[in-house]
């Protein structure tokens, strides 16, 4: 018999810093991303944008393109008119851009042709005319009657003026807590919006067969949102798609939702009978978006004598840009989690999303909740300032229970929040510090809750969330299938150590077949931070399921009751007489012998009783919620205005770290994101146009502006989750941006009220030009 | 076809191997070696010489592909990924990368990679400041760079120890 599997060197995989399984192909650019894919007879695509923020398209004629040398077809809106969305209720984008644009680089017409240059140089011939109408750019506009000259965005809504969508919930007796309050804060905060910016550009490639199968490849976080939208839209039987997502070269939430360049290169090579590639250019990830909302922020919060919190209200303007998106659950989420970290007397929200004539807005790590954050944990600040309380332990003293109920009904189990507070704390001196720093040196706290993926699927099912399947080789070699998508943060990994761990073998001997609609069982994607909590779960039942055979034929050959198995170390071994065992090997083939072929399945649902029951309950739940909490210290140049990050100490409850060397990845990337959101990263418009669409003018932080991130992992025991682990992809952003902001604070005596925190709003507030932000009483915030 | 002049025919040396084929005379160094030689390892962000991905050693030079002719390549030794690691034995920057996690989603890891191995021929024992600044041309999203910095350290202490015997 050959040399069968590797006896592990440590007991548990659970807990070790193993570099991880798709490390190997990624630093020997072995890894194949979606843009490395090449087909034989490939032809190349391009669309054609719009140069118009809003106008009416009156005709297309690409004649003149079709004869292009090299160009093999064209197409505009009328050749794929389904509409599409990521929610079911907001179905309203199509590949190509039908009777009217609705933002700067919208897709109108899409071509291909033999090679990208002749694609391009044909798109150059498409004659376009256009009306232009009158341009909506910010949510004032927005929230404005539309006047003569103008139309709505989209004329077809019921919603008054440029109102997309509008949440109104009260938990609680507002008006007895703000009576009983002993003073009400309240502040107007406005967060700018941002991208991505994922270094990978997005790319797909479809091949159509002759037998009618479509496969597409596609950077996509979501390859099971993908495989639903392309069914529909190019009406095919979604059993002839099979959706495969390679690795992806980042992804932060901006390639959670199928978009236009995924369904044209799979129309174009139906229409060719070739495989067809797009790849976008870094300006036309710019404009495909899906970044970040530009939000204002009221808040009101009335507090007790003793600092705890009576009653609260937030209301939220949301900048949508110009389509749906996932703009519904975005206007819940900046409402839904504030509750999550303290407990509070009563709790009302109103959130307004609208229509703006810019580049749709999405989810971003964080999605909704992280610009409410940065405006509650700064006015935190001010309360603890205004109290005389030092700011993590006023934090600690109002943080919610573990195993409680939030005001807005949302289950709470592990929480790991005032652990975090104090380490952050303790590690920087933060109360020795804090007010005592020399002018122009400041230190701030800050701290945050996110979801362990969201409770309720995007469209309403009964199915699992997540599915696995475990299969055992009888060379000892085991693979798991699984729907996720691997966009950096470590699902591939995620999934090997559950299924090592469960199985007590050597994490090299696992495989892991993800996100191919053909080969996986479905998991809803890489989005609010669902993948470790849910495929892991539904990965450690399949080996579960598996293993339980195992342990039987094991049982068996070691005449021991199957419960007594362990399984470790690459053996299946008696826990009572450890020198009675198996390899894993033997104790597979003898399984495979008794059971025939070996393969687990498993699947995991949320549990049910996460909310209360009313319209919106659907969005907040999660079955587990981590907590961070982070301390930032700053130098500003009072000259200059410019901010000098020295230090970001940040500690995320994650549950149990199954690989902290990821977890501490995870940690120090949200840090560093977090601080560009907080100090540069802007999507910012000028007459109509982005400003700033390349990545030297859309500033992000370099290895220059970046400290050394602290990142300290506090672990809790999730009795849900797979291993006692939760998530740590987003939550650990939030606390970031309010704890720069509330340094900034502390280091020039003066509050600025919006991001990000540019040297001249830094000067502005030393001149005392800007002090709170007055922004105007907002318009029609209810429709009839 | 496009309208497009024709190909020139020429020999680039790469990754120690003399190739021999036709390109573009407009065609980057960067389409040559991902479209032409498939050497995919080496990435693309942008495409105008802002994020540093496309990093690839030119002579000993570091250069960003994106913004290099193909042309000038000609008669010159090009490095990349994918001949970093020998006879199947990961570089030690490779392996430092790989054990401490600095490669997340793995996009900016080879312009990262040939960057700090150009640093570490020239000097085994960079300052903190010195790797930071080495590597201040190239753009990650992932990591917060805190990794990146460490695990270029700790090549370097690793090479420096095997050079020392
Ligand atoms: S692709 Fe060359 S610098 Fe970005
Ligand atoms: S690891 Fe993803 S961009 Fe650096």
């Known amino acids: 018999m050959g040399k069968n599997g590797a006896a592990p060197s440590q007991a548990h995989v659970v807990g070790a810093s193993l570099p991880r399984i798709d490390g190997y192909a990624k630093v020997t650019g072995a890894a194949i991303f979606a843009d490395d894919i090449a087909l034989p007879r490939m032809l190349f695509g391009k669309l054609l944008r719009s140069p118009h923020a809003h106008a009416r398209i009156l005709s297309i004629d690409y004649e003149r393109a079709l004869r292009h040398p090299g160009v093999v077809a064209v197409a505009v809106g009328g050749d794929l008119p389904a509409r599409y969305g990521i929610l079911p209720s907001a179905q309203d984008e199509t590949v190509f851009a039908i009777d009217k644009v609705r933002y700067v680089g919208e897709p109108v017409a899409g071509i291909v042709a033999e090679d990208e240059l002749a694609a391009q140089q044909a798109a150059a011939l498409i004659e376009v005319r256009y009306e232009t109408l009158p341009s909506v750019m910010s949510i004032d506009e927005a929230l404005l009657e539309v006047d003569g000259s103008g139309e709505k965005i989209h004329p077809e809504s019921r919603k008054a003026n440029n109102v997309h969508k509008e949440v109104h919930l009260t938990f609680g007796d507002l008006d007895a807590g703000f009576a009983a309050a002993e003073r009400i804060f309240d502040d107007e905060y406005f967060f700018e919006g941002n991208t991505h910016a994922a270094l990978e550009e997005h790319s797909a490639i479809a091949s159509f067969g002759a037998d009618g199968k479509l496969t597409l490849w596609s950077s996509t976080q979501t390859p099971h949102y993908l495989h639903r939208v392309a069914a529909s839209v190019l009406d095919l039987p979604a059993s002839r798609i099979r959706i495969i997502a390679p690795p992806v070269g980042g992804g932060f939430g901006g390639k959670t939702e199928p978009v236009a360049h995924e369904l044209a290169a799979a129309h174009f090579s139906r229409k060719t009978g070739r495989p067809v590639k797009f790849t976008l250019s870094r300006e036309e990830v710019f404009y495909t978006h899906r970044g970040r909302h530009p939000v204002r922020i009221h808040l009101q919060t009335g507090i007790r004598s003793d600092g705890s919190i009576a009653a609260c209200r937030l209301q939220t303007w949301l900048d949508g840009g110009g389509y749906g998106s996932y703009g519904v659950a975005t206007t819940y989420y900046t409402g839904a989690l504030l509750p999550v970290t303290y407990k509070m007397g009563a709790y009302a929200f109103d959130g307004c999303r609208v229509y703006t004539n810019k580049p749709p807005c999405g989810p971003k790590r964080g999605h909704g909740t992280t610009q409410p954050r940065y405006a509650f944990e700064s006015q935190l600040d001010e309360i603890a300032n205004a109290l005389g309380l030092d700011a993590g332990a006023y934090r600690a003293a109002i943080a919610i229970d573990p195993y409680s109920r939030t005001i807005n009904h949302l289950r709470v189990t592990s929480c790991g929040m005032r652990e975090a507070l104090s380490a952050v704390a303790e590690r920087t001196d933060y109360s020795e510090k804090h007010g005592k720093l020399a002018p122009g040196r400041g230190i701030g706290l800050a701290a945050s809750a996110y979801l362990c993926g969201a409770g309720l699927p995007i469209y309403w099912n009964p199915m699992p969330h997540s599915g696995a399947i475990v299969k055992v080789d009888r060379g000892g070699g085991v693979t798991v299938f699984c729907g996720t998508s691997d966009c950096g943060q470590g699902s591939q990994n995620m999934l090997a150590v559950i299924v090592a761990e469960t199985l007590g073998i050597d994490i090299l001997d696992v495989s892991v077949c993800a996100g191919d609609t053909d080969l996986t069982p479905v998991d809803l994607g890489s989005y609010s931070s669902r993948v470790t909590f849910m495929a892991g779960n539904a990965a450690r039942s399949a080996a579960l399921d598996v293993r339980e055979r195992i342990a039987a034929a094991a049982g068996a050959e070691l005449n021991i009751a199957p419960d007594r198995c362990v399984f470790e170390r690459g053996r299946v071994f008696d826990r009572d007489e450890p020198e009675r065992a198996l390899s894993f090997v033997d104790a597979a083939r003898a399984a495979e012998a008794s059971f025939g072929t070996l393969a687990g399945v498993g699947s995991y649902t949320p549990p049910e009783d996460l909310h209360g029951d009313f319209k919106g309950s659907g969005v907040g739940p999660s079955p587990a919620y981590s907590y961070s909490a982070c301390v930032a210290e700053v130098e500003v140049d009072f000259e200059t205005g410019e901010i000098r990050v020295e230090r970001i100490v940040l500690a995320h409850d994650c549950g149990r770290a199954l690989n902290p060397a990821i977890v501490e990845g995870q940690i120090e990337g949200s840090a560093y994101m977090g601080m560009g959101e907080a100090l540069m990263e802007e999507s910012a418009f000028r007459n109509d146009l982005h400003r700033i669409p390349n990545l030297l003018d859309y500033k992000t932080p370099t290895i220059l502006d970046t400290p050394r991130i602290e990142a300290i992992v506090i672990e809790t025991e999730e009795r849900e989750g797979p291993y006692g682990a939760k998530e740590a992809g987003e939550g650990p952003l939030n606390p970031v941006i309010p704890a720069i902001a509330n340094a900034v604070a502390d280091a020039i005596g003066a509050r600025i009220y919006a991001t990000p925190i540019t040297p001249e709003r830094v000067l502005q507030a030393l001149d005392g030009t800007t002090g709170k932000l007055r922004l105007r009483a907002p318009v029609a915030t209810r429709t009839a | ?165």
Do not use: W
């Open chain 2, 1 to 165: 076809m496009s309208i497009a002049p024709s190909k020139i025919l020429a020999t680039l040396r790469v990754n120690g191997r003399d190739v021999t084929l036709a390109f573009h005379p407009h065609a980057t160094l960067l389409e040559v070696l991902r479209e032409e030689l498939r050497l995919t390892g080496t990435k693309h962000g942008c495409e105008l010489g802002q994020c540093g991905a496309c990093t690839v050693i030119l002579d000993g030079t570091p250069v960003l592909s994106c913004l290099t002719l193909a042309a000038d390549a000609i008669g010159r030794s090009v490095e990349t990924v994918e001949g970093l690691a020998v006879d199947g034995t990961l570089h030690p920057v490779q392996r430092a990368f790989l054990e401490l996690g600095a490669a997340q989603c793995g996009y900016c890891t080879p312009g990262f990679l040939n960057a700090a191995v150009h640093l570490l021929e020239k000097n085994l024992e960079p300052s903190e400041a010195e790797i930071r600044d080495a590597l201040a041309g190239h753009l990650c999203r992932c990591t917060g760079y805190t990794k990146i910095v460490e695990a270029v350290a700790l090549a370097g202490r690793r090479m420096r120890a095997a050079a020392n015997g």
